[in-house]
């Protein structure tokens, strides 16, 4: 059939990508390709449990302990949304995504040994258990957390466009896969939080106690090395499931490319990557502002939730007594919890979603998230003006900030699922590869934490040095996009349509 000449018009205007033809894949199959988030996640987990409380023991302030994290979000920037674009393209014959993903999981492998291992190799560069500062470890911590970052981007997107691969148009097991991805995410979490909080692996592993590797080193460094077993075997499981069709290079529109850009799609990756936002229609541009007022109040509490525990609840400071590590510990078994209802949400996500809106649900969840941070606020200011136990806070005020964190689970379940799903399949009609997309949905995500990484500890440290003034703005920002995910993301839609996919 011709088409008219508007529509031919629009069909050369558009960039587009074709996919390979999409077999109906088994939901068990798409269950164990999604397990290597379980190896991803567990990473996470310790580096958000762990690691803001291990860099100010290395001697950071914690004004600009969120400034460490800056890497994440530029790293994501740029380095998901290149791999994104790339893979869309690729034509190995092992597929386009799985080639990414082996080489991310090692490259996390490799960043992770060089955290776990920092203050060792700050001693051979010449750190002492006198220096105040360890400029060495600093060093070598700074490089191997920015390499974690750089290799958790390359990763996680080419998995999620996997997952966008098999199920292709069929937006019910798009939601399903997803919640199979958020479910291992929870039990990454789970598992990497439990690891965090347990005070006792260098009894295991004494290999990790060096002259320069106290205990509370070698459980970081011990908890590491666990993680590099995980990923090698949750990898192994999902690209071994995936199957993955290659993209054949030799047909030609096997993968066309924008108007006036050249064939080497390398070069014009950033013109491609903007450039797809003039094609972006309103409700892909309310998912976006959604997504990113979200992640404005997200990533404080990642930041700083087992901080906030051992400063606010606890009362410590690091370096300086027992009570910060003791704060810092339970913070990771709070995380343990919150992750626990993570998964259970995510087992419910699917039918949420039918019953309520994929819009609705989101926009219920951010608020419920606004809610805990404002009970988080709350319970502060009692810790800090109530009347201790010795040394230690109230079991009352511990068991509350315990509450708090494992109902943020069920929003978090929410925010790991809902807008990928949504923006899979509101954005399929303008012919872009998952890849590609996912990267575009990365960006609503990294430039909040952008703004968040180096506003938010001098921030804190304008009104007094603590956590509550970064956790004030998540509220409000979570209130916000909350609001606009209820009014303005319409329950009919690309992504609720699941009825004749069944």
């Known amino acids: ?16 990508v074709r996919e390979p033809p999409v077999a109906r894949v088994p939901l068990r199959k798409l269950f164990r390709v999604a397990s290597v988030a379980c190896g991803i996640q567990f990473g996470w987990a310790l580096q958000l ?16 302990a969120s400034v460490i994290w800056l890497c994440g979000p530029l790293s994501g920037f740029f380095v998901q949304p290149l791999v994104g674009h790339t893979s869309d393209r690729c034509t190995s014959r092992f597929g386009r995504r799985r080639p990414f993903i082996i080489a991310g999981a090692l490259s996390i492998v490799i960043a992770v040994l060089v955290v776990g291992y920092s203050a060792d190799l700050g001693w051979l560069f010449g750190d002492s258990a006198r220096s105040g500062t360890k400029v060495g470890a600093i060093a ?47 039990v990454g979490n789970v598992l990497g939080f439990a690891t965090g909080s347990y005070s006792g692996w260098f009894k295991i592993l004494p290999f990790t106690l060096s002259p320069a590797c106290g205990t509370d080193c070698a459980n970081l ?3 590491f090395i666990l993680d590099v077993a995980f990923i090698a075997i949750t990898t192994s499981i999902s690209i071994s499931a995936a199957n993955e069709l290659p993209l054949d290079h030799s047909h030609p529109h096997s993968h066309e490319e924008m108007p006036g850009q050249s064939s080497n799609s390398q070069e014009a990756f950033l013109w491609e990557l903007f450039g797809t936002f003039r094609y972006l229609s309103g409700p892909v541009w309310v998912i976006l502002l959604v997504t990113a007022l979200t992640w404005i109040g997200w990533f404080p509490f990642l930041l700083f939730d087992t901080d906030w525990m051992g400063r606010e609840i606890y009362g410590g400071k690091p370096n300086e007594g027992q009570n910060y590590n003791l704060g810092v510990r339970m913070g990771s078994f709070g995380l343990m919890v919150n992750s626990v209802f993570l998964g259970i949400t995510s087992v419910l996500m699917e039918k949420l979603c039918r019953k309520l809106g994929a819009g609705a649900v989101w926009g219920i969840s951010n608020i419920l998230m606004s809610l805990c941070f404002i009970s988080m606020l709350i319970i502060s200011h009692i810790a800090n003006n109530v009347d201790k136990v010795g040394d230690l806070p109230p079991d009352g005020v511990v068991a509350a900030a315990l509450i708090v964190f494992a109902i943020l689970g069920i929003p978090l379940a929410i925010t790991y699922s809902v807008p990928y799903a949504l923006i899979s399949s509101r954005i ?65 839609g690309g992504a609720d349509k699941s009825k004749g996919h069944r």
């Open 140 to 186: 070598a911590f700074v490089l191997g957390f920015w390499l974690l970052d750089v290799a958790n981007n390359m990763t996680q997107g080419p998995c999620r466009a996997l997952l966008a691969d098999l199920t292709g148009k069929d937006h019910r097991r798009n939601r399903v896969a997803n919640a199979y991805f958020s479910l291992f995410m929870a």
């Open 221 to 223: 460094k011990s908890a």
């Open 1 to 16: 059939m011709k088409l008219p000449e508007g529509d031919r018009r629009r069909s050369r205007d558009r960039p587009a």
């Open 49 to 64: 449990s762990l690691l803001t409380p291990y860099v100010q023991e290395l001697g950071i302030p914690h004004a600009w």
């Open 428 to 492: 399929e009609s303008l012919g872009l590869g998952q890849g590609l997309s996912m990267g575009v949905l990365n960006l609503a995500i990294v430039i909040p934490q952008v703004v968040v990484s180096l506003g938010a500890g001098p921030w804190d440290q304008l009104f007094g040095g603590g956590n509550s003034p970064a956790f004030a703005v998540a509220a409000v920002a979570a209130f916000a996009s909350g609001l606009i995910a209820i009014l303005a993301i319409p329950r009919s």
